[in-house]
């Protein structure tokens, strides 16, 4: 029988991550696959800012203990652009996600570049996400978003980590939260043995 968390068991660090991107790229979808293990084809849209929470294992000093992330969903719409600057305030982490079959939802993502030098997060530990790869497989070839373009994308604004996802698969999820812990365990040169 697993021991339940001790009520007075505390995070040794939290962390508020971002999902930025257009409306309907799947970030609702990546959150929930994470913290519930669900997924369903007919999520609702975002309206505004959905919070999840979702504590990682992790040894400290060879303690086992964990670090609690708060996940911040923004609503991709513009209507909901103007919270941005409250949205994105003390960000420790960033996903830009984008759909693997709409090359607008990659080309979109610059207005976020755009916005994150602007409320300086522009050095926040970061990630592309190519979301929705199950639907590559039968997506007509015109609607891919071709390896090149996203490699172009990359270049352009000096990334390095790259990941494509599939909620419904369930395919890389928590491997995107746990290397994005890693990179904001390290930029802020925390203490850690291991991300478990």
Known sequence: MQKA???????????????LGQERVGKTCIARRLCFNTFDVNTKETLGIEFYTKDLPVIVDGENTFVRISIWDFGGREQFKKLFPYYINGANGIFMVFNLVDLQTLLRLDWWYEKLIDYEQADTPRMII???DDLVKTANEKSRVDDLVIKRFKERHNETDFHKTSSKENC???LIFKELVIKILDKN????DQLL
């Open 5 to 19: 968390k001790e009520i007075d068991e505390k995070p040794i660090y939290i962390f508020k991550v971002c999902m």
């Open 130 to 132: 190519g979301a929705k």
């Open 172 to 174: 890389n999820i928590q």
């Open 189 to 192: 040169k925390l203490d850690y």
